[in-house]
Structure formats: C-alpha cells, structure tokens
Nanobody, 123 residues
Framework: QVQLAESGGGLVQVGGSLRLSCAAS????????MGWFRQAPGKEREFVAS????????DYADSVKGRFTISRDNYRNIVYLQMNSLKPEDTAVYYC????????????????WGQGTQVTVSS
C-alpha cells in the first residue's frame, strides 16, 4: 500500500512559479510510475504530467508543455512538479498518483492517490 502526500501549493500571481512535491511512503517508490493530475471547480480531473518508474519516459498535457516539468528523486521517494509561467487557467487542486511500473495519461489506471494541494493563480 502506497501513501502519497502533496505539498507546495499556494497563491501565486500570473507568470509566477511553484514547485509541488509528492512524498511517497509504504511501498517501493522506484517501482511506480507517477502522474500529476488536476481538477478545477466544476471540471473533470485531467492529466498534467507523468513519469515512468525509472524516469526514462515523461509525458505532458499540451496545455502545460514547455512550462511544467516533472521529476523524481527515488532516494527521497519524492516526485516534483515544477510549474513556471503560471496562468489563471492553471488554478486547480493538483493530485499526484502512482501505479506499478509504467506511467499513464489515464487517471483510471492509477492505483494510489494523494489528497491534493490547491494552486491558485491570480491575475
């Protein structure tokens, strides 16, 4: 059983940056593919970024390509989401998720989820 805990959210102005962290415990972190998803009020949860278990493969939603970067530290059991050039439409609750081995854009393929962290971008 893997437990995930996000942190690093907050209020930031347009064009600013935030780095989200997701700390994992209770499992072999290095064997899990990790993903970041977000959910804005009144909208469905959507894919943001993902990284395979050894970090060899990454994927991004078109809306965040070139602005967001996913990375992982398998020694500290943390996955990060560096968010730059933030826009008001990035405002959402951000969730990290884990699944065995490979990563995925499909949220239904993930087995474990964190509680989420709020990101608010003010204009």
């Amino acid at each position: 059983q893997v437990q995930l805990a996000e942190s690093g959210g907050g209020l930031v102005q347009v064009g600013g940056s935030l780095r989200l962290s997701c700390a994992a415990s209770g499992g072999t972190f290095s064997s899990y593919g990790m993903g970041w998803f977000r959910q804005a009020p009144g909208k469905e949860r959507e894919f943001v970024a993902s990284m395979s278990w050894i970090g060899a493969s990454t994927d991004y939603a078109d809306s965040v390509k070139g602005r967001f970067t996913i990375s992982r530290d398998n020694y500290r059991n943390i996955v990060y989401l560096q968010m730059n050039s933030l826009k008001p439409e990035d405002t959402a609750v951000y969730y990290c998720a884990a699944r065995k081995r490979t990563s995925s854009k499909n949220l239904y393929e993930y087995d474990y989820w964190g509680q989420g962290t709020q990101v608010t971008v003010s204009s």
